[in-house]
């Protein structure tokens, strides 16, 4: 009996709606821990595990959207800067 449930709880954790939850929330892991672009590839493949997966896509919604605001952070103190240094070269 015993060997029967744990062959039942394995064969569930290969089911592709398993598989995406788990990859879903190693995501989301990645988000809080700041890490947005890895988190995307996460959900994207849990989406793949499972299309239906909605927490996979609104998920993946958050990533893209905090991708956007890295990059934006990114680019943002460079266009600070370059007032600065064309003053600089101006004197």
């Known amino acids: 009996m015993k ?18 939850q788990q990859l879903n929330m190693e995501g989301a892991s990645l988000i809080e821990r700041g890490r947005p672009a890895e988190a995307e590839l996460k959900f994207r493949e849990a989406l793949q595990a499972d299309p239906s997966n909605i927490d996979a896509v609104i998920n993946l919604g958050v990533a893209l959207f905090k991708e956007q605001i890295c990059r934006k952070r990114a680019v943002l103190p460079a266009r600070r800067l370059r007032p600065a240094r064309q003053r600089a070269s101006a004197q």
């Open 3 to 20: 060997s029967a449930l744990l062959l039942l709880i394995s064969l569930l954790q290969v089911t592709p709606g398993h598989r995406a």
